[in-house]
């Protein structure tokens, strides 16, 4: 099983503000999903990305996939209160999708 | 939204007691899977199944114990509750599986389970 590591844990930010949050592996990655999670609920597929060197556009938020596929990066540009959450990546191409811990992002009015 | 039910919402019990938690989906899918979730450890696993009595340990299966009799349905029972256990619990479900790519999850609303 993959060790995930995702950062950084913990963001705060203004609205209107840029930040990039990372997910990185020492293994290849076959594939790799982001989630978002917010309070109280269950967490929600963002994007799947599985070409190296992919770059996949979600409106504001921009993800991409390493060339070696051993880390990937969600970029969020113009953040807004309404990206409060918590940020977590997968790997795909398992039966045992063990998730990274991680990126608690607030967006402060 | 997928079809998927946790069962209770919210539960508390004592030290020692034994505890069944439920996920109900309506939707066929062949994966299953139940995670835990607290503060600093981000969502993990602690047991999946790939079909109808086929199920396998996770990260932190220590102390739990899952059955699934029927496509729908995904038991996850702590045997012994200790105060340890008390968390978030996720099902969550996914329709197919490549050599390079899942299906997207889905979750459920979660169950949170105090043990006092």
């Known amino acids: 099983t993959q060790l995930l590591e995702q950062s950084p844990q913990f963001l705060s930010i203004q609205e209107g503000e840029n930040l990039t949050v990372y997910c990185n592996s020492s293994?290849?990655?076959?594939?790799l999903q982001w989630y978002r999670q917010e309070p109280g609920e269950g967490p929600v597929l963002l994007v799947t990305?599985?070409?190296?060197?992919e770059v996949k556009k979600l409106k504001r938020l921009t993800f991409q996939f390493g060339d070696a596929r051993k880390d990937s990066s969600l970029h969020i540009t113009a953040a807004q209160p309404g990206d409060t959450g918590l940020y977590l990546c997968?790997?795909?191409?398992?039966?045992?999708?063990?998730f990274g811990k991680g990126t608690k992002l607030t967006v402060n009015p | 939204d997928a079809g998927i039910t946790q069962s209770p919402r919210h539960k508390v019990t004592e030290t020692g007691t034994p505890v069944t938690l439920r996920c109900h989906q309506t939707?066929?899918?062949?994966?299953m899977y139940w995670y835990r979730q607290d503060p600093g450890h981000g969502l993990r696993l602690i047991h999946y199944?790939?079909?109808?009595?086929?199920?396998d340990k996770g990260e932190v299966s220590d102390g739990y114990s899952v059955s699934r009799s029927k496509t729908e349905d995904f038991l996850l029972t702590l045997e012994s509750a200790t105060s340890s256990q008390t968390s978030v619990y996720f099902c969550?479900?996914?329709?197919?599986?490549?050599?390079?790519?899942?299906?997207?999850?889905?979750f459920g609303n979660g169950t949170r389970l105090t043990v006092t």
């Open positions: 969550a479900i996914s329709e197919a599986l490549s050599s390079s790519y899942n299906s997207p999850l889905h």
């Open positions: 293994s290849v990655f076959s594939s």
């Open positions: 990305v599985v070409t190296g060197g």
């Open positions: 997968t790997q795909g191409g398992s039966e045992k999708l063990v």
């Open positions: 939707e066929n899918h062949r994966y």
């Open positions: 199944s790939y079909g109808v009595k086929d199920t």
